[in-house]
């Protein structure tokens, strides 16, 4: 696996660029673009400005999820809600290809049908190009949060309850996201800078430190089969731009 972290003024733009030369060579090479959104504020500018775009072959994209919570589907907090608003419903994707999570009446029956779909459509094991991920102040990545033993999870998808309070999480498994042959963490903002640093001390661009603790640092199981590409701005990682890559 090659990893690498670039250090960006624009994020979005940097990202959605890369995003459309993927888009092109994975259609090219395989036929079909599969990515695994994230959730969130970091992206949804870039999703917006895709939405924006008539000239990428939208019909050869297949798209989920990578986490989302277990609220109602009309729900703004809903990931899919907000990409599909950004995004989704302004381009010409079949709406077979978009693969949203499902609302059960228990999470645990959503998670379990969702990973079914899922491998009737991308394969099993998975075959996913691309899963796009977030950074929290936290270090929760998808919904894969710090101390809930989330990342052990085995399978394709798991339910995290990460508060007693909050709605409980649904998420792609740490081994299914290292399914991807890519992984992009779009990390900004100053207040990802202690979880950004604690998580690059810890191993990440490389083998993992031997007291390396992935529940503690859950961006540490996720392995994808081809690249790791880390995206910060300033505030976050801390220094100056950069464009090494």
């Known amino acids: 696996m090659e990893a690498a972290l670039q250090v960006a003024d624009d994020v979005t733009e940097a990202w959605v660029a890369r995003f459309v030369a993927a888009c092109h060579h994975a259609v090219a090479a395989r036929g079909r673009f599969v990515v695994a959104l994230a959730g969130g504020g970091t ?22 999820w990578g986490d989302e919570r277990d609220v109602p589907l009309d729900h703004p907090d809903r990931n899919e809600r907000a990409a599909r608003e950004a995004w989704l419903d302004r381009v010409p994707i079949p709406p077979d290809q978009v693969l949203g999570w499902p609302r059960r009446d228990a999470p645990e029956a959503a998670a379990a049908e969702h990973a079914t ?7 099993d ?38 508060t007693a309070a909050g709605p409980a999480r649904l998420s792609l498994t740490a081994a299914a996201l290292s399914r991807a042959r890519e992984a992009w ?61």
């Open 117 to 123: 779909r899922l491998s009737a459509a991308f394969g």
């Open 185 to 245: 963490v779009l990390v900004t903002g100053a207040d990802k800078r202690p979880a950004l640093q604690r998580t690059l001390a810890a191993g990440l661009l490389g083998p993992p430190h031997p007291d390396a603790d992935p529940d503690a640092l859950p961006l540490l199981a996720i392995r994808p089969r081809e690249r790791l590409w880390l995206l910060a701005d300033p505030a976050a990682a801390g220094q100056g731009t950069t464009d090494a890559a």
């Open 125 to 162: 094991p998975l075959d996913i190009d691309l899963a796009l991920l977030g950074l929290g102040a936290d270090a929760h990545t998808a919904s894969l949060f710090p101390g809930t033993g989330a990342v052990t999870a085995v399978g394709v998808t798991t339910v995290v309850r990460p």
């Open 43 to 64: 992206p949804l500018p870039g999703y917006r400005r895709l939405g924006e775009r008539l000239d990428l072959p939208w019909e050869r994209l297949w798209v989920t």
